[in-house]
């Protein structure tokens, strides 16, 4: 299954965890199955459908610019990530 690191902010949601193996073959699946272990991490992760903004979702050390459709391997890292702007 693949691994997803949980942000410091959002670990007590994860009763304190850093990472988690969770099943999906996508971005989507892989935060439903959070959400569904874990309560109120759709929320904090996603909103209207897309992730929030100033989140980025990294798999396997790539940013994605697929968003929630980044398709996951079972072996796969996912981390979210604050979204980096420049000025």
Known sequence: ????????????????????????????????NLNARFPGMRERLCSDGELQPGIAVAVDGQISSLGLLQRVQPESEVHFLPAIGGG
């Open 1 to 32: 299954m693949p691994r997803v690191f949980i942000p410091p902010l959002l670990r007590p949601l994860a009763e304190g965890a850093e990472d988690v193996e969770v099943a999906g073959t996508n971005v989507r699946q892989v935060i439903e």
